[in-house]
């Protein structure tokens, strides 16, 4: 599978008296620096070694017009770098010269491939599509420590991406060198006779803080892709049909509960990877029997509000490439949610809660198969296709908690006018095999469609329009939309709004829409400005992720960016925030806003805070389906700082704390943690997450039929703790052998007294909205506390081949001392808590066809 093109960073100079000429960044740099370069073709491939002796590199065009982009835009860099570019008809080569007159401060430090450490790093770029919108970044440091990287949007970065790519460094008398083999069967370009990449390389001097590149990057302009130079002039490098096989097998041992006691179960199970070019530019990616046990589990929590947890996606399979599938219909500070959300494929059983035991279910669906079609053709539409499909899970073969499945989503974007405006579609589609054990609980099918748009304009380009619609459609029996039309996600049973409960709905659907305005570049100013609206039968949580339907606002960020260094900051961000929030009927549900800043000072500390507050407004999700309850103004403060990463010690705190209620409810937060590094090969770090939380109205249970004049929508006030500790340890022995530890104990416990019902939901005085409930006595308090932890060492013992020693262990309690939190003595009976431990063994190998 291996085509490669070769990309070279190289500074001659060789006398030792010239050395500290040689690595000041010459005052013609910013007349010298071409944006086009020629390539050349490697009549011999140059040994990947880390040095500049081949004959290729003799005869290649020098690149030296190096521009230093941060801390300062446009300036001299403070050290000169110069760049190579050569290739034949497999691989595109680079070699790189870092000129350093002090060998001896270049930071190389040891991780695990795709950790960023604070080392020096060179990275190459390139967009081999020369569309101005993608592009494959892959980085090296004086380690050797490999990253890689898929660009998408023009500025959006998926670092889940792999590639099968060399690369060799050495550090001489001049400073250092680092070479790159990149094969062109990693990289998507359109069938022709002589292509045009765009291409840059950027270098980052880490005791500096400071980066330079070559062509400038602004960091002040918007996108990343769209500032790429080009190397022009690559012929003869034919088609670009890959095959990659990555066979792998799996041995484990687990010990579970069963009943009343543990036994252990042991399993061996084999699967494939299989990535295959369909042609130059699209590739099909699949598996079979795939097997995630060497990824990091999820943090615990206990989740007591009326919306579902979110977590991360950590598979690699869904997280590589996925970026043309992003749809986003919800934003909350940088997380975006729409109708595809990975996680639903292989999700835990969803009516485990009719089985009489329920250590006995399963964790996770087994995820029979998988496949996805992406990349982009020479039209400048990008295509993605997903389909997989997950297996039955049952107790004892004869329950079903979770039936058959089929998930599909496919999307489409297509450029226009070079990538500055375009549109796009998605479509999803999720079916279930039901039975009778399953049928009254889930939808038989769900299906979403939508449009979306964008438009850039104005000076330079900085501003763009965007925006989209997307409906929504799910069936099933009566009492299963029943659920729908009941769960947090609607609510259709609150008794004050003009939304009608319907016992006898077999479907449900709804709509999305958005548009927005927004400035990315351009002087010190960004804006962002848009309008949604969420009708109330609004559904995509089959394959997608979404809170809440029944909602429409407004919201408006501005902020001023320095990004020059002045008096005491290297960077400035100073954002202001504020949002408007309703149901479709137009009753307030929200009315707030924040001022906030983030910067990094001279001495390379970090800092942010800020402050805000909501004015009195609704709240729909509070009494579980009972009437909207009216909250009174609230304020909130965060702040949080950070050492200098280049520091053997790197401290970090955070505190956050909000108070509402006229004062009965209150949350803190702190947050120190610290950060170690005793030698380039070993890095650890502990953390502490303490959260006092005091809810005078926290929802415990609604007693009466629902909707109902005489039901009775109970909260109490809630006294909460809860402690977290996070550690890590890594210990490298080289870029390609590794030890990785997580370990996180977490316990929290709460108490609850004040047991009351809603009174007067809409009363603006606080104590006029409830009465007491349960003749003096009060609902029972929870002890909750888990331990989850991950030990993995990971072996590449060839290129793209990978073995994996994993021992997982997690530890669960609950039924102790409920209504109670006490540090030492609940960590010391989580501790004494049954373990359930996992071994297992991945071997996985890599082959190109």
Not at 296 to 321: I, K, M, S, T, Y
Not at 644 to 668: C, I, M, T, W
Not at 719 to 740: G, I, M
Request: hydrophobic share 35%.
């Amino acid at each position: 599978m291996r085509r490669v093109l070769f990309v070279t960073f190289m500074a001659a100079g060789a006398a030792a008296d010239a050395q500290q000429l040689a690595a000041k960044s010459p005052a013609t740099a910013r007349a010298v620096a071409p944006f086009v370069t020629e390539a050349v073709r490697a009549a011999t491939a140059p040994v990947i070694d880390g040095r500049d002796r081949d004959e290729v590199w003799a005869k290649a065009q020098v690149l030296d017009g190096f521009r230093q982009f941060d801390p300062v835009e446009d300036a001299d860099p403070t050290l000169r770098t110069e760049a190579r570019f050569a290739y034949d008809e497999k691989n595109l080569y680079v070699l790189v010269r870092a000129f350093d007159p002090h060998p001896d401060s270049i930071m190389a430090l040891l991780s695990r491939r795709d950790e960023r450490t604070q080392s020096d790093y060179i990275r190459v770029m390139i967009d081999s599509y020369h569309d101005r919108r993608t592009g494959y970044q892959f980085i090296v440091n004086p380690a050797g420590v490999q990253r890689d990287i898929y660009l998408y949007n023009d500025g959006e970065q998926d670092e889940t991406w792999n590639a099968v790519w060399d690369a060799r460094t050495a550090i001489d008398s001049l400073g250092w060198i680092a070479e790159f083999r990149i094969p062109l069967s990693q990289l998507r370009f359109a069938p022709r006779d002589e292509h045009t990449f765009g291409v840059g390389v950027q270098r980052e001097v880490a005791r500096l803080n400071e980066r330079s590149s070559w062509p400038l990057y602004r960091r002040t302009a918007f996108g990343i892709a769209s500032q790429l130079g080009e190397i022009r002039g690559i012929r003869g490098i034919g088609g670009n049909r890959r095959v990659e096989l990555m066979p792998y097998s799996v041995q484990s041992n687990e010990s579970r509960a069963r009943g009343a006691g543990w036994g252990r179960t042991q399993r061996s199970t084999v699967g494939a990877d299989l990535k295959l070019g369909i042609s130059s530019n699209l590739t099909l990616d699949a598996t079979i029997n795939p097997d995630f046990g060497q990824v990091e589990a999820d943090p615990a929590v206990l989740n007591l509000g009326a919306f579902e947890q979110f977590f991360e996606e950590r598979r690699p399979f869904f997280l590589e490439g996925t970026g043309i599938f992003s749809f986003a219909i919800d934003c909350n500070d940088g997380q975006c949610t729409g109708p595809f959300y990975s996680r639903r494929v292989g999700r835990a059983p969803q009516t485990g809660f009719v089985s009489p035991d329920p250590h006995a279910v399963p964790t996770s669906s087994t995820i029979l198969g998988a496949a996805k079609l992406t990349g982009r053709l020479s039209n400048g539409m990008s295509i993605g296709v997903m389909n997989a499909m997950t297996g039955r899970e049952a107790v004892a073969d004869s329950l079903t908690v979770e039936p058959r499945a089929n998930y599909f989503v496919a999307r489409m974007q297509q450029d226009l006018r070079g990538g500055r405006s375009g549109f796009g579609a998605i479509v999803s589609a999720t079916n279930r095999s039901l039975d009778a054990q399953t049928r009254d609980f889930l939808r038989r099918d769900a299906y979403t469609a939508g449009i979306d748009f964008r438009h850039r304009f104005g000076p330079g380009d900085n501003l763009q329009v965007s925006g989209h619609v997307l409906g929504s459609a799910v069936h099933g029996s009566e009492p299963a939309i029943a659920r729908t039309q009941r769960s947090g996600v609607h609510f259709y049973q609150r008794p004050d709004d003009d939304i009608a409960f319907d016992s006898t709905r077999t479907s449900l659907g709804g709509l999305s829409s958005g548009i927005g305005i927004n400035k990315s570049g351009g002087g010190i100013t960004r804006f962002h400005t848009g309008l949604w609206y969420k009708s109330p039968g609004l559904e995509v949580n089959d394959l997608g992720y979404m809170q809440s339907a029944n909602s429409m606002g407004h919201s408006l960020w501005f902020a001023l960016v320095f990004q020059q260094p002045r008096a005491f900051y290297r960077r400035l961000q100073v954002n202001f925030n504020q949002w408007n929030s309703f149901f479709t009927d137009g009753l307030s549900t929200g009315r707030g806003g924040n001022i906030n800043l983030n910067g990094q000072l001279k001495n390379m500390w970090f800092f942010y805070g800020g402050v805000g507050g909501e004015l009195g407004s609704y709240c729909g999700a509070c009494l579980r389906g009972g009437p909207a309850l009216f909250e009174l103004p609230r304020m909130f403060s965060f702040m949080g700082f950070g050492g200098d990463q280049r520091k053997a010690v790197v401290p970090e705190f955070n505190f956050n704390y909000s108070r509402g209620d006229v004062g009965r409810s209150h949350n803190l937060g702190l947050g120190p943690r610290v950060n170690i590094r005793v030698a380039s090969r070993f890095s650890a770090s502990l953390g502490v997450n303490y959260n006092r939380n005091v809810d005078d109205r926290q929802w415990i249970a609604n007693y009466g039929a629902v909707g109902g004049d005489s039901t009775k929508y109970t909260v109490a006030h809630l006294d909460q703790k809860t402690v977290a500790l996070t550690s890590r340890v890594n210990w490298t022995a080289s870029p390609t052998l590794s030890v990785q530890l997580y370990a996180q104990p977490f316990a929290t416990g709460g108490s609850y007294t004040d047991w009351r019902h809603v009174r007067d939901p809409r009363n603006r005085t606080y104590e006029a909205q409830f009465t007491p409930y349960g003749a003096g006595a009060d609902p029972d308090g929870f002890n909750f506390k888990q331990f989850r932890s991950n030990t993995v060492v990971r072996w590449e013992y060839r290129p793209g081949s990978t073995l994996f020693f994993v021992w997982q262990q997690g530890r669960t309690q609950d039924h102790l001392d409920p209504g109670s939190f006490q540090f030492g003595r609940d960590y010391r009976n989580l501790f004494d808590a049954h373990p359930q431990n996992t071994f297992l063994i991945k071997a996985s190998y890599w082959m190109g066809l």
